[in-house]
Every structure is written in structure tokens, then in C-alpha cells.
């Protein structure tokens, strides 16, 4: 789900009747604030389970990885042009991975299951390049399944499932270290 033009767009593998979603069919829609109407067009038509979408910029939005088998595709939707373009593949494939962007032109991924085991690292996307490069990994005591990550005000923030604590990433290092002076009343992202 990402805020683009005004409006909100979703998309994910279709919802069936029993509230259960389908792998084999997947949704694209675009809510204007008063109506749903049809988004765009997947690139091959399809969803990959566990994709991470994030805005690059207000003009650019990524569709990175996802599962079914673990992908390392990174797409860019352009919504003035209406087109997909595959762009720099992954490092590693993921799937239930976290990803935000760090400014225009940069996008932060962390963390996720590469079909057979967790996935502690982290890349960057540097869109002037289009190229991924490597980043210190997650701490290994935690669980980096579908992380949630946040950038605030250029600091990227981390909340991992199980933790009640948060995680900053020094800008300038990449390392990831506790949020001093902050515990959550919940450890479960759910």
C-alpha cells in the first residue's frame, strides 16, 4: 500500500470468498478517496507473495523481490508514462522483506526468507546507478521476517517481530544498534 498522486494503491494476491488469498491471482487498485477503480497492470501480469512496494520518489514506485520461487526482480512502475521497467536485480532474493526510501534518488531493504532460511541483509538501491550494493547486515538476535521499517526525518528505524525495542541505522556506517530510552509496550508485529 503506497500514497501516490493523492491516491492510495494496493495490490496483492486476490482475495477469495473464505477471506483467504489466492497464489495464482493477484489485484492492482487504486482508491481516489471516494472510489476504488482499476490500478495498474502487474509487470507479467502477476504478483510476487512477499514483495516489498515502496514510492522511489512522487513519480516512481519500486515492486522489489517476493516469493514463489524467491526473486531477485526489482521493478519501477512510472506513473506518468503508465510503464513497468525492470531495473538492477537484488543481491540476494527475498521475500517478507522490509524496504523505505532513504531519499529521491535511494532504497533501503532489509531483512526477509530466502526459501530456506532468514535473510539478515541489507542493500541499498542507488537509483542514478540502478544498482544494488551491499550494507552491514540486521543484528542476528533478531527475527528479520517482515520487519517493518520507517524513515524518519533521514533516520531509518527497524521494529522486528518479538522485540520490544527499536532499531536505528547509523546513515553514515550502516550499522543498526537500539533506539536508547525506548521500549514498546507489545513485542508482536503479528
Known sequence: LVFV??????????????????SSSSTSDVYTGSNWKPGPALPGDEYPV?????????THTFLIGGG???????????????????????IQGREAHGCVTLDG????????????????????????????SSQPD?????????PLLLNWDGQVLALFDGEDQIYQRNEETGEWSVLPGVQLPSTCLG
Open 5 to 22: 498522486n493523492e491516491e492510495w494503491w494496493t495490490t496483492g494476491g486476490l482475495q477469495t470468498g473464505d477471506y483467504s488469498c489466492s
Open 50 to 58: 512477499d514483495s516489498c512496494v515502496v514510492n522511489l520518489n512522487t
Open 68 to 90: 514463489y520461487p524467491v526473486r531477485r526482480d526489482t521493478w519501477l512502475y512510472d506513473w506518468t508514462s503508465q510503464a513497468w521497467t525492470r531495473t538492477g536485480l537484488l
Open 105 to 132: 534518488d535511494r532504497i533501503l531493504v532489509a531483512g526477509g526468507y530466502d526459501g530456506s532460511d532468514s535473510v539478515y541483509s541489507v542493500e541499498i538501491y542507488d537509483g542514478t546507478q540502478g544498482t544494488w
Open 138 to 146: 540486521l543484528p542476528r538476535n533478531i527475527d528479520p521476517y517482515r
